[in-house]
């Protein structure tokens, strides 16, 4: 089993930057991904990030696309989220994943993720 505890969210102006880190204990060498999702109000959670373990593939949700960067330190055990230029639409609880099962491309589909963090909250004000 695999515990993930995110860090980093806060308040912050339009343009403005936060780098959230999601930190992994337990049976990481089981894992295959990293992903984080975001579920605002009245929203589902969707898929905004993920990096393979091993390797260096990424993928990125369009919405945030040049301005969010993910990237890991396996030394560390832990996974980030860059968030730059950022809207009041990127509003929302921010959650790292992990895939243990990963079998072709990332997968941007949460019930593929197999252990969640609890998230931390990030507010953009206008």
């Known amino acids: 089993q695999v515990q993930l505890v995110e860090s980093g969210g806060g308040l912050v102006q339009a343009g403005g930057s936060l780098t959230l880190s999601c930190a992994a204990s337990?049976?990481?060498?089981?894992?295959?991904?990293m992903g984080w999702f975001r579920q605002a109000p009245g929203k589902e959670r969707d898929f905004v990030a993920a990096i393979r373990w091993s390797g260096y593939s990424t993928d990125y949700a369009d919405s945030v696309k040049g301005r969010f960067t993910i990237a890991k330190n396996r030394a560390k055990n832990t996974v980030y989220l860059q968030l730059n230029s950022l809207k009041p639409e990127d509003t929302a609880i921010y959650y790292c994943?992990?895939?243990?099962?990963?079998?072709?491309?990332?997968?941007?589909?949460?019930?593929?993720?197999?252990?969640w963090g609890q998230g931390t909250q990030v507010t953009v004000s206008s």
């Open positions: 337990g049976r990481t060498f089981s894992t295959d991904a």
């Open positions: 994943a992990a895939d243990f099962g990963l079998r072709g491309p990332l997968s941007r589909v949460k019930d593929e993720y197999d252990a």
